[in-house]
């Protein structure tokens, strides 16, 4: 019952920043944890952050100090602040958003996707 939809990818150098935003639409079914996921070209998908019910925010190693994901569930919104950026960084990125309850999820959901590509 949920449809997310990304913005904020695009093509961007070495070292730049870029910021990707997710926004949550028909939000009845009571989302409470919302967070990013990427695709690298010819790899699986895999967590880049992510913030539970509670705030707490989690981060691959890969990003973190260069990452920032804040979340606004009054808003049904998502933000990823992406600086320093490196060519490793090019993926599809997947907005996720999910309905826990407890140590157990009853909803998850997935947007579309958005492209980053970063160039040396």
């Known amino acids: 019952q949920v449809q997310l939809v990304e913005s904020g990818g695009g093509l961007v150098q070495a070292g730049g920043s870029l910021t990707l935003d997710c926004a949550a639409y028909?939000?009845?079914?009571?989302?409470?944890?919302m967070g990013w996921y990427r695709q690298p070209p010819g790899k699986q998908r895999e967590l880049v952050a992510f913030?539970?019910?509670?705030?707490?925010?989690t981060y691959a190693d890969a990003v973190k100090g260069r990452f920032t994901i804040s979340r606004d569930l009054n808003k049904g919104t998502v933000t990823l602040q992406m600086n320093s950026l490196k060519p490793e960084d090019t993926a599809v990125y997947y907005c996720?958003?999910?309905?826990?309850?407890?140590?157990?999820?009853?909803?998850?959901?997935w947007g579309q996707g958005t492209q980053v590509t970063v160039s040396s």
């Open positions: 996720n958003a999910e309905r826990w309850i407890s140590t157990e999820v009853h909803g998850a959901y």
């Open positions: 028909n939000r009845a079914a009571g989302i409470n944890a």
């Open positions: 913030v539970v019910g509670s705030g707490r925010t």
